[in-house]
């Protein structure tokens, strides 16, 4: 089955709180995007504090879409946060990032911005779990989608077969279908889910469009 991880991008820590509790009953897993307004135009809230505020039980995947993440880890190992997501734009020195986030147990994936080649980061293919395809520009949920990332993801299948695909950014149930057909295996949905009025029925037409 098809992974569908509800994403929260916000400045409000109030908000981050409320929509974990209102998300957790439906889900297993929640993204968190963490900006600082440097790698991406937006800022959020750091969200290691948020977690620990809400102590729920749902599992969490950490986007850092920062152009330091290595000032941002030491904060996240406190929590229960299983999953690191760092950006390969940014300044990190990724070899030794996802070193470091091995060594504290967590699984790590790097993410590719739309324009940015796959392939420039081979190396470090045999130490990372998955990788995650941005298919909107970051930095803000409701981005338009990027098509041309269809075909990357297509082609990044079809020569590393055995590496998991995540998609990010502008998912929806007429998008979902045509990405799981490229090779995708989990999909990051924010606006779409935490904007609905109904956030359970939002991840369960997700849900079902990837089983068309």
Not at 16 to 45: C, G, Q, W
Not at 47 to 72: C, N, S, W
Request: charge should be negative.
């Amino acid at each position: 089955m098809v992974e569908i991880i509800p994403a929260i991008l916000t400045d409000s820590s109030a908000r981050f709180k409320e929509l974990v509790r209102r998300l957790e009953p439906y889900v297993n897993r929640i993204h968190v995007d963490v900006a600082d307004a440097e790698l991406v135009p937006s800022r959020t809230v750091t969200g290691y504090k948020e977690i620990k505020d809400t102590a729920v039980a749902v599992k969490f995947d950490v986007h850092l879409m920062v152009k330091r993440p290595q000032e941002y880890l030491k904060e996240w190992f406190y929590t229960h946060a299983d999953r690191f997501i760092i950006h390969v734009e940014s300044d990190a020195n990724l070899g030794e990032i996802i070193k470091n986030i091995k060594e504290h147990g967590r699984r790590v994936g790097v993410a590719f911005n739309p324009e940015t080649e796959p392939e420039k980061s081979e190396r470090y293919f045999k130490d990372i779990d998955f990788v995650q395809f941005m298919t909107v520009h970051p930095g803000f949920q409701g981005g338009k989608f990027v098509n041309d990332v269809v075909d990357n993801i297509s082609k990044f299948h079809k020569k590393y077969p055995g590496i998991i695909i995540m998609c990010d950014g502008g998912v929806n149930p007429e998008i979902a279908p045509g990405l799981i057909r490229a090779g995708a295996s989990a999909l990051v949905s924010g606006s779409y889910v935490v904007k609905s009025g109904d956030m359970e029925k939002a991840i369960q037409q997700l849900q079902e469009a990837t089983e068309k």
